[in-house]
């Protein structure tokens, strides 16, 4: 493949020429899809017109129906040129496809036996010749024909004009989408489906069609999608004010796809993992995602869709701004406090690793070589947070003023993040010009906070320093603006108020001081013995604090702080002290007697199950690793793990026993409390199994056996796995037969035996790679065992090497097969320098081994180049 040139940010130009309308009409068969495009093109300067097109078989091209020769315009390998148009005309292409050769799964492709499409970020040009950039909106009007007997479905954006039959027993439908947009949100599905169908009138009196097609035989596992879509519909018009704007909502599922979902215009195309959900099959956890992503492309209607992106150097502006509504849906039903540890544990184990690699950019981009690398934790994840940040400073109602005049200017409009921060700013008459440092630098920044109590004054003397270490490419940074979200507490975990002009009561409960400089002191008074701080409440910037810990403080945080993430963050702060002193030791730990009466005391306290099943979670060994720059002592790291752990099972045991033994739940029950139930008896059972493997396995077996609820069986499952209980290959082998025809069942099997930790793991998945179950061509089934194998650090760096090579082999498979899931898995790679010598070589001589291959795709090439230069 030729080098595919880098662009940047700051490069961009409007295009010669826009399109206002497209005619497609689609002629579908699973070798030969003939695409006719019917484009109406006007100039907006001068210049020659450039489609873009890859992989197409080019027929024909006439300019207001005369045909042109070849000599009358530039054909290359990317794209299609033309000189000398009028300043409006008609033009024709015909193109051909291969669906069924598209293992890439962008443009038109087969899933199972449907067709359907993925065109963002630059898929549509897999279709046909267009300008397939996100500032060219059209209106759209798709003609589709197929077999009617394979295919009963027909379906693209939009309202349904007419349909009717042809000739050789094919028929046809012709959807129109009258809301202009960008090609990027194009779709059609054509297939034989079980379809759900329900209705939703809107605040402003639209009845619109709701539609969920799956596979047949699923229709029942479509119900919580479809009553999780109702309630992103009013949830969006309750707290954002937003209705939704077509007649119809339709949602396909589909078993091949890269990526959750796609928020294409009426038309959502979702990976089958996010759409079906029963107790038998899903998890109370998929149940979440289930409704968070239905939210999250329902949600981008609004941010995303009616106001879209000017360039793909912009995509938080749609990403971020849609993944904090869709944190706020799942909050405001659900559990606040459970939804922000899940968030904040994504930033601290995955956006600080990439924040700290080769590939670390700023939340806006400003050089993208491919553009399907850049749907990241830090674009996304972080995206969101900085959104969270502007909403910590301007409060809900001043964030919603912002939210109403970013629409009142931009609605049908491509635009920037400057452009939404712009809104914010004259929405609530303040200036946020040093906060859009976020947008341009990355790197993890790190405050320091240094606390002096004078107890002859009664003052408190603090001192905050930031500073953001050097990325690739950026090496000054200037200080960002930091919410900083705290609470001051007494001795006996009573909260003080606190008088300061920096400081104000924010809303959420908390104290907010907002810092800006590189480096501030404040002085608080009136305490008559030393007071106690939470800082950095709810993870109110995505940064990385540094101060000294006091084990005891800690423990007086997780029983008295009023908030739930609080309560969570202390006794992370506890278990990390104990595991990093034990790292330093070579990994020797002896669990101090306070941290453990600190965390008896929160098994038995009244608090929400859900919450204690993450109090105990102690951090994972990726986290642990976070704290380490170069030569991460893994051995180390696994080894106080497991002695954490262990010891925390063994002291706690009663406890945990007497607990578990509370937590009923029935198993079709799917409401809070009983999804909270779960979770912790799942918890407790982990710990007992490791104090008692013996006596436990029995039941263990059960539960992941006895088919009625899948958080059970898995989490049984998970434990067997991972603990090696004695009767592990049995209950493998019964749930594999128990499931073996449902494939997101299958994933979970698969990826439990990705993520264990154990002597045997990396020969395991070697060997499942040649399983009669895994195939490379589902990228879900590739997650489950690869994704999740490379996840697992203790074994991905293995030190004879032989994770790298069995990764490395499957890499350079899907090179050719699907290069955007390739890319996925060269993450850990890129991190070489972090680890010891030998593990840098064979690290390096991986990534040197691909970027030999004459045929490496851009998206591996660019991440290589990335980590081999810098
Ligand atoms: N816009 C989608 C989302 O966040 C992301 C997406 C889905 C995507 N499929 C993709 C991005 C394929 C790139 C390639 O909801
Ligand atoms: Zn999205």
């Known amino acids: 493949m030729a080098h595919k040139q880098a662009k940047y940010r700051s490069d961009y130009r409007a295009p010669a020429f826009t399109i206002d309308t497209v005619e497609l009409d689609f002629d579908l068969h699973d070798n030969a899809t003939r695409v006719t495009s019917v484009l109406g093109v006007r100039r907006l300067g001068p210049g020659a017109l450039e489609l873009d097109g890859e992989q197409l078989k080019l027929i024909s091209v006439a300019v207001d129906d005369v045909e042109l020769d070849a000599d009358a315009y530039i054909l290359n390998e990317h794209q299609l040129i033309i000189s000398d148009l009028p300043d409006e005309c008609t033009l024709t292409l015909v193109t051909e496809i291969n669906p069924s050769a598209n293992s890439a799964l962008e443009g038109l492709y087969k899933s199972g036996g449907a067709f359907c499409t993925q065109c963002e970020a630059e898929g549509f040009r897999r279709i046909t010749y267009y300008v397939d950039r996100p500032d060219v909106l059209a209106v759209f009007t798709t003609r589709i024909t197929a077999d009617a007997r394979q295919f009963p479905y027909l379906l693209s954006n939009g309202n349904l004009q007419q349909q009717g039959e042809c000739e050789n027993g094919r028929h046809f439908a012709i959807w129109h989408d009258p809301h202009p947009k960008p090609a990027y949100l194009f779709a059609l599905v054509a297939g034989d489906f079980d379809r759900l169908q329900d209705t939703y009138t809107t605040t402003e009196g639209r009845d619109v069609c709701l539609e969920v097609f799956v596979d047949k035989g699923n229709l029942s596992r479509a119900e919580y999608a479809m009553v999780s879509l109702k309630k992103a519909m009013q949830w969006d018009e309750e707290r954002f004010g937003l209705a939704y704007d077509l007649d119809r909502y339709m949602i396909v599922a589909v078993d091949f796809f890269n990526m959750g979902a796609m928020e294409n215009k009426g038309l959502n195309i979702f990976n089958s993992k996010y759409v079906l959900a029963d107790q038998n099959t899903a998890t109370d956890w998929d149940f979440i995602h289930v409704e968070s992503v239905i939210g999250h492309e329902y949600f981008h209607n609004w941010t995303g869709n009616r106001i879209t992106c000017r360039d793909w150097f912009q995509l938080s502006l749609k990403e971020g701004l849609t993944v904090f509504r869709d944190q706020e849906f799942s909050s405001d039903l659900g559990s606040r406090a459970v939804h922000r540890i899940d968030a904040i544990r994504v930033m601290r184990s995955h956006q600080f690793n990439e ?69 914010m700013e004259a929405a609530n008459d303040v200036d946020l010009s040093q906060f859009r440092r976020w947008y341009s630098q990355a790197g993890t920044p790190v405050v320091n906070i240094t606390e002096r109590y004078d107890a002859s004054t009664g003052e408190l003397t603090i001192r905050c320093q930031q500073q953001t270490p050097a990325t690739p490419g950026q090496t000054d940074k200037a200080p960002v603006v930091i919410p900083l979200l705290f609470s001051v507490f007494d001795a006996r975990g009573q909260r003080l108020a606190v008088e300061h002009e920096a400081i104000k009561r924010h809303e959420s409960g908390s104290e907010l001081l907002v810092l800006d400089q590189a480096e501030c002191e404040f002085t608080l008074s009136g305490f008559a013995k030393r007071p106690i701080i939470a800082w950095l409440e709810n993870f109110s910037a995505p940064v990385k604090l540094e101060r000294e810990v006091a084990l005891d403080d800690y423990a007086l945080l997780l029983a008295h702080a009023e908030q739930e993430v609080t309560r969570w963050e202390a006794a992370q702060q506890m278990y990390l002290h104990v595991l990093l002193q034990a790292v330093e030791q070579g990994g020797a730990l002896t669990l101090p007697q306070g941290l453990l009466n600190a965390l008896r005391q929160a098994l038995q306290a009244p608090l929400d199950n859900a919450l204690k099943a993450l109090i105990f979670t102690p951090p994972s060994a990726e986290e642990l690793s976070e704290y380490y720059s170069s030569d991460v002592p893994l051995a180390a790291i696994e080894k106080a793990g497991k002695a954490l752990r262990q010891q ?26 009983a999804m909270a139930t779960r979770a912790m008896a799942n918890r407790c059972l982990y710990f007992l199994a490791y104090a008692a493997p013996q006596q436990y396995a029995d039941l263990i077996a059960k539960r992941a056996t006895r088919r009625g609820n899948m958080t059970v069986q898995q989490g049984a499952l998970e434990i067997a796995v991972h603990l090696e209980l004695p009767n592990r290959d049995n209950i493998l082998a019964s749930f594999l037969e128990q499931w073996q025809a449902t494939p997101l069942v299958m994933d979970k099997w698969f990826a439990a035996q990705a993520s264990a930790v154990t002597a045997t793991t990396v020969n395991e998945v070697q060997q499942l790679t040649d399983h009669s179950l895994f195939t490379l061509r589902n990228p879900n089934r590739v997650y489950a065992l690869l994704a999740t194998f490379c996840r697992n650090s203790l074994r991905f760096h293995q030190a004879d090497g032989a994770g790298y090579r069995l990764v490395l082999d499957v890499i350079k498979q899907l090179n050719n097969l699907n290069p955007q899931v390739a890319a996925r898995l060269i993450t850990p790679f890129l991190q070489w320098r972090r680890y010891d010598a030998k593990r840098q070589e064979q690290l390096k001589s991986c990534l040197s081994e691909l970027q030999q291959l004459d045929d490496l795709a851009p998206d591996l090439a660019e991440k290589i180049a990335s980590a081999l230069e810098s």
């Not at 925390?648 to 809070?672: K, W």
């Open 355 to 423: 924040d700290a690699s080769p590939m670390a950019h700023p939340i806006r981009p400003d050089k993208v070589v491919e553009m399907n690398n850049f749907y990241t934790v830090t674009v996304y994840n972080k995206g969101a947070e900085v959104i969270r940040m502007l909403h910590t400073i301007l409060g809900e109602e001043g964030f919603q003023r912002g939210m109403q005049r970013y629409r009142q200017r931009h609605d049908g409009q491509a635009v920037t993040c400057e452009d939404f921060v712009a809104a």
């Open 648 to 673: 925390l099972a063994l002291a706690l045991q009663p406890d945990f026993a007497a607990l578990f033994d509370q937590l009923q739940a029935s198993d079709d029950d799917l409401s809070g409390p």
